[in-house]
């Protein structure tokens, strides 16, 4: 059997032609593909080893999605339709990563930021303004963090819509009742502490017109106490009050007139100032004399071309029977009393001297007095009682 060593001449020849193998020329390189431009990525550490080929791919691809996914959020792109703005939030973590699946090798550092970073404001300030011109009310506001709360806007009345609940409280029962003079007061007074104008004509036209000029008048008269104070605390107190004086006597021109004072007396001095008649017992058959006190509350008092405050009253008076039949006068008496004073009358009264007659059958009677406004076209009455007796 023929031994397995080799021989060292196949030794020698192997060897020889081993290193001639390497010796000779080389095959011709072949030329690498093209590189392809990505992105800059961050270095790692010094001397790390390239990542593999499929994470480097997936890295790459992310990246070039968020360059062109920027301008469409930007709406920096003018070739494509405008697209609705995106309420989504870019925040800095954003931004797509490459995978960590083995560092990467030293590179040069980016130039600038990815254009991501910028979309956070962008997409705020677009969403924004989509939010303020939608007229969608489903679609919430959106404020900046700085704003406490959200402004007033008028309602389709023009009037501005509380925030404060207490104020929409009031308000609503204004809207609720429009003819409550107390809602309507407590509404007017909220926006006189809040130094704005009073009345507000808008609220409180749902009045009537006699509630709305007792509201206005109130309401004036307490604007011009406060306007007279803060000009100066140091007035005297007449000089204070005198708005609040201006005030009643503008509300008692709005109040009913009255008749609360009617007397049969034998003499007058001057107002709430007579001497009233013993008895109102007169005897039959004869003339009696008697002065007729008629004191008149509400009464109406303008300024006449010479300045001066001018007072209109017309009085007229009718006995009545029991039954309700007119015995006296025979027509009508009525007379006007002009009344002309520097300063507005506060106080108004009518002293008239009567004759009842001789034919006065015995018997009760009623003394009707009647009293005319023309400048208010109102009118009082009042009764007093008259017995006509034997002698």
Known sequence: MR?????????????????????????????????????????????????DDDASV?????????????????NQDSSLPEAQPSIVQWGQGSQPAAPQAAPVAPAAAPATQPAVVDANAAARLAAAKVNSNNSNDDVPQILP??????????DATGVNVPTDDFEKKLYQNVLDYPRDLGAQLDYELLRFTRDETTPDLATISGLTSEDREILSALLDGINNFRNTVRADSNQMLGQKIQPLVDMVDRLHQQAELAIPVVAL??????????????SCRFPAGQDNEVIVYCEVANFTSTQNNQQMWETRLRQEMTLYTEGGMAVWPEKSNAEMFVDLAHSRRHDFFIARRVAL????TIGRYLL????????????AE?????DIVAE
């Open 3 to 51: 031994n397995p060593r080799k021989s060292p001449l196949l030794i020698w020849i192997g060897t020889v032609g081993l290193f001639g193998c390497q010796s000779g020329h080389a095959p011709p390189p072949v030329a690498p593909p093209p590189p392809v431009v990505v992105a800059p990525v961050p270095a790692g550490p010094e001397g790390a080893p390239a990542p």
């Open 58 to 74: 997936l890295a790459q691809k992310t990246r070039l999605y968020a360059r062109d996914l920027s301008p469409l959020i930007n």
């Open 145 to 154: 963090e700085s704003a406490d709360h959200i402004p007033q806007t008028p």
């Open 265 to 278: 007396c034998t003499r007058v001095d001057s107002f709430a100032v007579y001497r009233p008649v013993p």
């Open 357 to 360: 007659p001789q034919a006065l």
């Open 368 to 379: 009707k007095v009647t009293i005319t406004d023309p400048q208010s076209s109102r009118i």
């Open 382 to 386: 009042a009764t007093t009682p008259i």
